[in-house]
């Protein structure tokens, strides 16, 4: 039995949270309150890590805030003209080092972006649970970043995340507004095996 939500359909049944959850561009001009915003940090703090190292490092702003035009304009051009929309900005780094326990020195982190990557969807999951969507992006200066938002020596910028409520798409230039629609995805024969990798 498949699970159906948002216009997708999954080939196996699995919460609707996974397939409700998409990267709008078109937000409403809805405020968030810092209260939400820490529900979805909150729910990305508990994200799994290796040897728990939660390796994880965020900041935010909300827009209206005296923060606000520092982060939006640390994204680039295309990315800017959508998200000034958004209701937060969340910036997400991560830390190539860990302590492993019992150790006495840092040791280089294979798993540090995996491990971002899980506190970015844990935050992305929470926020459909409050109504709102989040919409991670990569196109950003990040060495402008790093500086600007003092991140501590060693970390890697990895994203930034754009949230808020869905708006209607008619708000976006023409050329976006027919991509704006939850996106599907590659038969799970395509991406999983028993026994080996499948072909790229």
């Given at each position: ?33 810092e209260s939400e915003l820490l529900t979805l940090l909150e729910a ?19 827009r209206g805030t005296g923060h606000w035009p520092t982060f939006l ?128």
């Open positions: 039995m498949s699970t159906n939500a948002n216009s997708r359909a999954a080939a196996h049944p699995i919460d609707p949270l996974f397939l409700e959850r998409w990267s709008p561009r078109a937000f409403l001009d809805q405020p968030i309150s990305a703090r508990w994200a799994p890590s290796s040897y728990n190292s939660q390796p994880w490092r965020f900041a935010y702003a909300r304009g640390l994204l680039n051009e295309f990315n800017q003209s959508w998200a000034k929309n958004a209701a937060a900005l969340v910036f997400v780094a991560s830390n190539p080092l860990m302590r492993p326990p019992g150790a006495d020195k840092d040791v280089p982190s294979y798993s540090h972006s995996f491990d971002a990557g899980a506190a970015w969807a844990s935050l992305a999951l929470q926020a459909v649970r409050l109504g709102l969507q989040a919409h991670a992006m990569v196109g950003v200066d990040f060495a402008k970043a790093a500086e600007v938002l003092g991140l501590p020596a060693g970390y890697r910028v990895e994203a930034a995340i754009a949230i808020g409520k869905p708006g209607d798409k008619s708000q976006l230039p023409e050329g976006l507004q027919a991509r704006e629609q939850p996106s599907p995805r590659r038969t799970l024969a395509e991406i999983a095996a028993e026994g080996r990798f499948t072909a790229a």
